[in-house]
C-alpha cells in the first residue's frame, strides 16, 4: 500500500497543518497503552468514561498497543494511572491506559499554558 492510497480531504490536512506551525499547539499524539486484555481490535474507537471521543486504538500486542490520543483526556487518564478513564466505544470494560513515556519533554501536553512551558507546580 502506498502513500497515493491514503484518501484525506485536502482542507481537513491544511487546516491541521496550518494550526499546529502557528500556533505551536498539538492536541494529539501517538501514545503507548496498556490494555485490559488481549484480543482487543485495532481502529476501535478509544471514548472517555463521560462518553466523549478520545482517538483511535492503532495496534496491539497482548495486552500493550498504540493509540493515537488527544492529549488532554490521555495525560490526565496517565497520570490518574487507573482503569477506566478510557475504553474502547461500547465496551466499558475494555479500558485503555496510555502511558506517558519518559523519554517525553516535560513540556510535551502542556502547550496551551504558554510558549510551550510546563504550567507550574
Given at each position: 500500500m502506498g502513500w497515493g492510497s491514503l484518501k484525506a480531504p485536502q482542507s481537513c490536512h491544511q487546516e491541521r497543518n496550518s494550526y499546529t506551525h502557528?500556533?505551536?499547539?498539538?492536541?494529539?499524539?501517538?501514545?503507548?497503552v496498556v490494555l485490559a486484555q488481549p484480543g482487543l481490535q485495532p481502529g476501535s474507537d478509544v471514548v472517555q468514561a463521560?462518553?466523549?471521543?478520545?482517538?483511535?486504538?492503532?495496534?496491539?500486542?497482548?495486552?500493550?498497543?498504540?493509540?493515537h490520543l488527544k492529549l488532554?483526556?490521555?495525560?490526565?487518564a496517565a497520570a490518574a494511572g487507573g482503569e477506566g478513564a478510557l475504553h474502547l466505544a461500547g465496551d466499558a470494560g475494555?479500558?485503555?491506559r496510555p502511558v506517558r513515556p519518559q523519554w517525553w519533554p516535560p513540556e510535551w501536553g502542556h502547550e496551551e499554558a504558554g510558549a510551550g512551558a510546563a504550567p507550574k507546580a
Amino acid at each position: 500500500m502506498g502513500w497515493g492510497s491514503l484518501k484525506a480531504p485536502q482542507s481537513c490536512h491544511q487546516e491541521r497543518n496550518s494550526y499546529t506551525h502557528f500556533r505551536g499547539i498539538i492536541r494529539r499524539r501517538l501514545m503507548p497503552v496498556v490494555l485490559a486484555q488481549p484480543g482487543l481490535q485495532p481502529g476501535s474507537d478509544v471514548v472517555q468514561a463521560g462518553g466523549g471521543s478520545a482517538g483511535v486504538l492503532l495496534a496491539t500486542e497482548g495486552t500493550l498497543g498504540l493509540a493515537h490520543l488527544k492529549l488532554g483526556p490521555a495525560l490526565a487518564a496517565a497520570a490518574a494511572g487507573g482503569e477506566g478513564a478510557l475504553h474502547l466505544a461500547g465496551d466499558a470494560g475494555a479500558w485503555v491506559r496510555p502511558v506517558r513515556p519518559q523519554w517525553w519533554p516535560p513540556e510535551w501536553g502542556h502547550e496551551e499554558a504558554g510558549a510551550g512551558a510546563a504550567p507550574k507546580a
